[in-house]
């Protein structure tokens, strides 16, 4: 293809890792690259997203800065300050923390930020549009590599071409499939109910993860508001067979349960939105790219959200991969070409691999009530309070903060 030729990028998937990619890419290259993000959700703004709000670790809150939307977020974003971890039985009279993380990514830059969704996809949209990303409301339903550019096809029936299709549809997206990549992956016998609490007393920027037999309690501090001046996000993992009996009593009854779980540390409790049951499952895809494909997000890997690292992954994914297409086409090169894939994908594959184990054995060793094996990981939660360097560990692994990682995740320009 002639070098002076206008490229163009599809990103078929508007969650956050897809806008995140399509707005990075978009600011960095101008009219020299056209980018167009596919999805039939865009149809509906961004209601689907209320109620929903992440933990967004430092080094996806740098790549936010870094694309000038963290301010009109920011508003939305509760830094958490300081996690504790509690392991019990439900009858447990007291739940005593046996590991606190106090400690900032860098020093007064705390380690991750609760995020409300809907105001952050917002934020995404209202730049990418003003950056010039083509949003478009329709589906992708066929792709085709033909030489240097791929044919997709989309549900309106019409046709676009472009050097480079990011599959960004979601764990059980139809393009990966579609490009013949395998998927390697699980579910578990597990649901993620995930509600927004109000609650009396200030939460300081706390969060707690109570490992209880069935699974994590997590409760996430969220920016002050609501009926009680004061809000939190849970995010309860429960046996998928019990979460109908769990749920199905109406909103009083929901929130006897959430309020047996959740202590009564922070006074009186009222819902706020939800609860909404999400079932849990591991996934990874055997490959993250195909011919002029690359898989992003969910569509890529799915991980337990015991940790709060799946959206963070996928931030990840879009720093790695726009700098992959970023650095071929200030040389001229395409940003399809394998090489470009290649780099894209040694990148990403180790750390995703990694994580997944590690939220796959977080949640086998908690998601138990057997006696020895209780005795031995709040041992292993004792150790790991007592040893500041291993706990630096895994703070810089929650935030994503690698030395040699994605440059948008280090804060610096693509
Ligand atoms: C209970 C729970 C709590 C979680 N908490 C956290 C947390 O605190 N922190 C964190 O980092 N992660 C968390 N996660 C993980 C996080 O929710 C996901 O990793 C993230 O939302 C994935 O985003 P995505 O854009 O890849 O996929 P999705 O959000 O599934 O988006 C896929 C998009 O693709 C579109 N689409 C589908 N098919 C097509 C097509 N053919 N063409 C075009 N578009 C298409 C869909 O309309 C959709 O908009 C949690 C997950 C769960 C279940």
């Not at 939307?69 to 971890?85: K, L, N, Q, T």
């Not at 990840?316 to 394998?338: I, Q």
């Amino acid at each position: 293809m002639d070098g002076s030729r206008q490229r163009r990028v599809v990103v078929a998937g508007a969650g956050i890792p897809g806008l995140s990619l399509a707005l990075a890419l978009k600011q960095a290259h101008g009219p020299a690259l056209a980018v167009t993000v596919c999805d039939p959700g865009l149809a509906s703004g961004t209601a689907r997203h209320r109620g929903r709000a992440y933990a967004v670790a430092a080094g996806g809150r740098r790549m936010f800065e870094r694309l000038g939307i963290w301010d009109g977020v920011s508003a939305a974003a509760e830094p958490i300050r300081d996690m504790a971890v509690s392991d019990s039985r439900l009858t447990d009279p007291v739940r005593p923390v046996f590991l606190t993380f106090a400690q900032d990514a860098k020093a007064g830059e705390p380690f991750a930020h609760m995020v409300e969704a809907e105001p952050l996809v917002a934020a995404l949209l209202a730049a990418c549009a003003a950056a010039g990303v083509a949003l478009d409301p329709v589906g992708i339903t066929a792709a085709d590599p033909v030489g240097e550019t791929i044919d997709l096809v989309r549900t309106d029936g019409t046709s676009l071409s472009a050097s480079l299709l990011v599959a960004a549809d979601g764990a059980r997206s139809r393009l990966r499939e579609a490009a013949g990549i395998g998927w390697v992956g699980w579910s578990y016998p597990q649901s993620g109910i995930v509600a927004t609490v109000g609650h009396e007393h200030p939460h300081g920027g706390r969060a707690y993860e109570h490992f209880l037999p069935s699974g994590p309690f997590a409760i996430l501090p969220l920016v002050d508001g609501g009926a009680l001046g004061h809000r939190s996000s849970i995010v309860w993992t429960e046996r998928t067979a019990d979460v109908a009996a769990l749920l199905g009593g109406g909103p009083d009854e929901t929130l006897a349960e959430i309020e047996r779980r959740f202590g009564h540390g922070l006074g009186r409790l009222v819902l706020e939105a939800g609860p909404s049951a999400h079932p849990l499952a591991f996934g990874l895809a055997r490959r993250f790219r195909a011919e002029r494909l690359a898989l992003l997000g969910d569509a890529a890997h799915v991980i337990h959200p015991i940790a709060g690292q799946g959206l963070n992954l996928g931030l990840a994914g879009a720093a790695s991969l726009a700098e992959a297409v970023t650095d071929a086409l200030r040389l001229g090169l395409d940003p399809g070409a394998p090489d470009v894939l290649r780099a894209y994908e040694r990148d990403r594959r180790f750390e995703t691999l990694a994580m997944g184990a590690m939220t796959d054995g977080l949640n086998r060793l908690f998601s138990t009530d057997a006696l020895p094996v209780r005795l031995a990981r709040d041992l292993g939660l004792g150790l790991v309070d007592r040893l500041p360097g291993l706990k630096r560990l895994f703070i810089g692994q929650a935030s994503a903060l690698r030395g040699d990682g994605p440059r948008l995740l280090r804060g610096q320009d693509l």
